[in-house]
Nanobody, 114 residues
């Protein structure tokens, strides 16, 4: 059974940084495009960043130039480096494929507040 696990969230002040990590048991990321999503209660889940098998990246306009998605195939991990965080980045962050083919994990809470 595939289980996705996100980690690295927390409480940070505006302008701060966090690095989220995603791993999964039962599958390898090496041959998959992957993506980070976020969701605020009551709103639709939003895709914020994707990374292809060849490490081509794409970002939502709201996070462009602040967030960086990357992957480490040897460790079966991928990451979301978040800089210059804003209160509107507060959400639960999830990882999945761009087509959302994996079961959703628990996510990791990111709270940006002074």
């Amino acid at each position: 059974q595939v289980q996705v696990v996100e980690s690295g969230g927390g409480l940070v002040q505006p302008g701060g940084s966090l690095r989220l990590s995603c791993t999964a048991s039962g599958i390898g990321f090496s041959f998959r495009a992957m993506a980070w999503y976020r969701q605020v209660p009551g709103l639709q889940r939003e895709r914020v960043a994707t990374i292809s098998i060849t490490s081509t990246t794409n970002y939502a306009d709201s996070v462009k130039d602040r967030f960086t998605i990357s992957r480490d195939n040897a460790k079966n991990l991928f990451y979301l480096q978040m800089n210059s965080l804003k209160p509107e980045d507060t959400a639960v962050y999830y990882c999945n494929t761009p087509r959302q083919t994996l079961d959703w994990g628990q996510g990791t809470q990111v709270t940006v507040s002074s």
